[in-house]
């Protein structure tokens, strides 16, 4: 049965966040991407600068605003095991249409195992899994074993919410809070196996199709609070 009933809390002030994360209040720090993805998206009451200035390298998102958000939103990945829990999925509109956006909040931490750590000695289920999303995102007859899962689930997880939501455009962006853009290799090495290179931070990558939805990746740089 698919999930269509939800209980839902509107976020005020950013510690609304809190206990909805995974670990609660553990998972709550400054410097830390909870804490900053949170603070960045309430205080802007909408979409924040950083990322509209990447949004709006295509055209097609000209002039988006925010619809509504959903912090650690969980995601059913069309097989046995945890959904993948975004840290902000969004839907937004320019008044002709409408995307859905992932955002990956990053600070210092890493996107995960990867994928030949994750799958070692793994259950049938896993395999099973693998299978779902490497077919998802057109990577099936790839070597997937180099890229990091967390990137492969989430970006499946921005396909599957659009093709809820009946939109043919998604959206999956890393939000990075780190000077030094850390990570940002194992970002461009998965953009580029699923054929929407991202070359450099703070750009938006030409759509690919995938299940009939068009999607674009991209990587914002952006400053933690003061």
């Known amino acids: 049965m698919a999930d269509r009933f939800f209980i839902s809390t509107p976020i005020k002030k950013p510690e609304d966040v809190i206990p909805h994360l995974a670990e609660g209040v553990r998972h709550w720090k400054k410097g830390y ?35 509504e958000g959903f912090f650690e939103r969980e995601t059913e990945l069309r097989s046995r095991g945890r959904p993948s829990q975004t840290d902000l999925l969004a839907l937004i509109s320019n008044g002709d249409g409408y995307a859905i956006l992932g955002i990956e909040g990053k600070v210092n931490e890493p996107f995960g195992e990867l994928v030949s750590e994750w ?11 693998l299978s779902v999303l490497t077919e998802t995102l057109g990577l099936k007859d790839h070597d997937t074993g180099r890229l990091r899962y967390q990137l492969l689930h989430r970006t499946a997880a921005a396909i599957f919410e659009a093709q809820r939501y009946r939109t043919s455009s998604a959206i999956m962006l890393v939000q990075s809070y780190s000077a030094d853009h850390r990570w940002f290799d194992d970002f461009q090495a998965f953009s580029e196996a699923i054929g929407a290179p991202v070359e450099e931070v703070n750009q938006l990558s030409e759509p690919v199709i995938v299940e009939s939805v068009s999607l674009r990746i991209g990587w914002v740089a952006d400053t933690p609070q003061p």
């Open 33 to 67: 991407s909870a804490y900053e993805l949170a603070y960045s998206w309430v205080k802007a009451d909408g979409i924040p600068s950083p990322v509209r200035a990447v949004l709006e390298q295509s055209e097609e998102f000209q002039g988006m605003e925010l619809v």
């Open 119 to 129: 799958i070692s000695g793994g259950s049938e289920g896993k395999h099973k899994r």
